[in-house]
């Protein structure tokens, strides 16, 4: 049996046990459902979590799956109606030979709220869910009730130059050596080993062509328009160079009603690292906008 093999066993028992752990810690939540929606004819699983007319639904990010989610899931379902999806090409949902664009995963999005019964959703964002959500929010303002943006940003982070050069290394031969160097940059600060293992191993587990295919969608300038956000936001970024004062007055610039705040000592992943503390802030931020009853 290979490392990566053994690692990946590990990893899925991990997973597995963390799910395990949440379903016994909230027995009061809802039981949690598995399901499938239908998006250009491939399936796109999703996660339920209790029933009502108004979700709370959480998007993972670049080669991520729901699982990142499940400090979360279980944890808020006694509260919302929880959703959990695996964007297509990820986790347990189908992954065609076909463009990943923001525009599939916002398309993808409705449908599994057209499937889970919801009406509306509070859409959660990490990462590169960050241009889903907002993608969402363009396509289906009506359905929108908030954004919560998780170290997420709502401008490119280079120049078209600079990101094609970015692009390129995910479309090479070498790409697990070069998604693995970034990955292991990215979980660097995390002081859990086996958590930053977990990490690790399921972002790899996403096809090659899917992880390329996405960030070539990223590349699109219609995805970055400066236009307004006019519902509520909550933004928690993790404290590091690239979110500037001149950035938190753009993202202001773009959403009149914005909780923004910066947490120190984390990681890309902060949800993961301090679940406790993420949960606290999103309900209070809920509960402030009147978002917390279905």
């Not at 459902?33 to 996660?47: C, I, L, M, N």
């Not at 979980?187 to 191993?201: G, H, M, T």
């Not at 790899?204 to 996405?214: G, I, M, Y």
């Not at 995805?223 to 979110?243: E, F």
Request: hydrophobic letters at 40%; charged letters at 20%; proline letters at 6%.
């Amino acid at each position: 049996m290979s490392w990566r093999t053994r690692t990946l066993l590990r990893t899925t028992i991990t997973v597995a046990a963390l799910i395990s752990s949440a379903a016994r810690s909230f027995a009061g939540s809802p039981a949690p459902e598995s399901r499938f929606a239908q998006v250009d004819g491939s399936k796109v699983h999703y996660t339920n979590y209790g029933a009502g007319e108004n979700a709370l639904l959480f998007v993972h990010g670049w080669s991520c799956d729901e699982t990142f989610w499940v400090g979360q899931a279980s944890a808020l379902a006694s509260k919302f109606h929880v959703i959990t999806i695996d964007l297509p090409g990820h986790g347990q949902s189908d992954k065609p030979q076909v463009h990943y664009t923001m525009d599939l995963y916002a398309r993808a999005i409705d449908e599994v709220l057209r499937d889970a019964r919801a009406k509306s959703a509070t859409l959660v964002g990490h990462s590169n869910g960050t241009p889903v959500i907002r993608q969402f929010y363009r396509r289906f303002p009506e359905k929108t009730r908030a954004l919560v943006i998780v170290d997420g940003g709502l401008r490119p982070f280079g120049d078209k130059a600079t990101m094609e050069k970015f692009v390129a290394t995910l479309k090479a031969p070498n790409y697990e050596e070069n998604a693995g160097r970034m990955i292991d940059g990215m979980v660097r600060p995390i002081q859990d080993a086996p958590l930053r293992e977990r990490i690790k191993v399921a972002m790899l587990r996403t096809p090659q062509f899917v992880a390329a295919s996405e960030m070539e969608g990223t590349l699109d300038p219609e995805l970055w328009r400066p236009d307004k956000i006019t519902v509520p936001v909550l933004m928690i970024l993790a404290k590091q160079p690239v979110w500037t004062p001149e950035y938190e007055n753009f993202v202001r610039g773009l959403v009149p009603d914005l909780d923004y705040q910066t947490w120190a000592s984390v990681s890309h992943f902060l949800m993961m690292e301090k679940p406790n503390e993420f949960n606290a802030a999103l309900t209070a931020f809920l509960e402030k906008h009147g978002l917390a009853k279905n």
